[in-house]
């Protein structure tokens, strides 16, 4: 958790890179691992030096998490997703007067030997302007096929926003849709954020009308 609680902490500062040399181990059954797999890790792989703000953003899908291992129900308002064909979680608690998004996928790399992992934070969702919070924003991990660890990384895309932006990672497809809020929660504009093989090209912004 402390390397979770390090990374959720550094998002909102664009200093990611601090954590890239944290590595972890990812345990799996079969012949490679899936979402649920790389999940478990990222969420589970240091239970020790836990900070309560940081396990706060994180304990909601940590509790999802291992009641679908064990095969038990969700909790009142929890709905969470686990789609292991296209790599992809989704988290969602709803509450009156809001609601809490979590995401995460992951991508084979087209030199055959990483997959980038990404765990997304949104406070709410639906039709309401998003809540961006100290622990919003987006978290990448590079795995290696061949020492089975993830380290934390900001793969090639031309910046990582973490201030008025919110993104959206893909269960269908391999691009992420980032969209820019104005002040007044509006949406201002919206972009593609298109998958390479390694990393991500910025491009396709869609200029939204107020």
């Known amino acids: ?14 200093l990611g890179l601090s954590a890239q040399e944290d590595s972890f181990r990812v345990t799996y059954k079969g012949a490679k691992p899936t979402i649920t797999d790389f999940a478990w ?10 900070e309560e703000c940081g396990h ?13 291992r ?9 709905t969470f997703i686990v789609d292991e064909r296209n790599g992809y979680i989704l988290y969602e608690h709803r509450y009156e007067g809001g609601g809490h998004k979590q995401e995460m996928c992951f991508w084979n790399e087209s030199d055959g030997k990483h997959k980038l992992f990404a765990f ?9 302007p998003p809540v961006l919070t100290e622990s919003s924003g987006i978290i990448f991990c590079r795995y290696n096929n061949a020492t ?15 201030l008025n932006a919110s993104y959206e990672l893909p269960r269908i497809g391999k691009d992420i849709i980032l969209t820019r809020w ?10 593609v954020l298109k998958w390479n093989g390694h990393g991500f090209s910025q491009n396709h912004v869609h200029l939204l009308e107020q």
Request: net charge negative; hydrophobic share 35%; proline share 1%.
């Open 1 to 14: 958790m402390k390397r979770l609680v390090l990374a959720i902490t550094l998002v909102c500062c664009s």
């Open 41 to 50: 890790a990222f969420l589970f792989s240091d239970q020790s030096d836990e």
């Open 56 to 68: 706060e953003a994180v304990a909601g899908i940590e509790d999802a998490l291992k009641r679908y």
């Open 70 to 78: 064990a095969g038990k129900k969700q909790s009142k308002g929890v």
């Open 120 to 128: 997304n934070n949104l406070t709410s969702f639906d039709e309401q």
């Open 148 to 162: 089975k660890k993830m380290t934390y990384c900001i793969p090639s895309i031309i910046e990582v926003e973490y």
């Open 182 to 191: 104005n002040d007044d929660g509006t949406k201002k504009e919206q972009e």
